[in-house]
């Protein structure tokens, strides 16, 4: 089983490119063919598949295979997971409150 800071983890390093980012813009539309991301941005196509390997990993963004292409659209589950990630770990609870450090500094 995968340990959930490394899922996490695999989110916002999904987000933390700037093609990754415009290429979840670009989904925002519908679902969109790989040959219409590759024209859209100026990069080369192994540059794009692992892009869009590492988005389909972190589960924004999900995919189906017509013939030799694929298109892409974003995961509207993966979508909420992520938000739900970002929420939970910047929460402030009454815990976060200085407490007297355990450790002699």
Not at 11 to 39: H, T, W, Y
Not at 60 to 67: F, H, K, M, T
Not at 80 to 100: F, M, P
Request: net charge neutral.
């Amino acid at each position: 089983m995968e340990n959930i800071y490394i899922r996490n983890a695999k989110v916002f390093k999904a987000l933390g490119d700037p093609n990754r980012l415009m290429i979840i813009e670009m989904l925002q539309s519908g679902e969109r063919c790989a040959c219409e991301i590759l024209g859209d941005l100026n990069i080369s196509q192994s540059t794009l598949s692992h892009h869009m390997k590492l988005l389909c990993e972190s589960g924004l963004v999900s995919y189906r295979r017509d013939g030799k292409w694929m298109h892409y659209s974003l995961s509207k589950e993966g979508c909420d997971a992520a938000k739900s990630i970002l929420e939970e770990i910047t929460r402030v609870t009454e815990s976060n409150k200085k407490t007297e450090c355990k450790y002699e500094c």
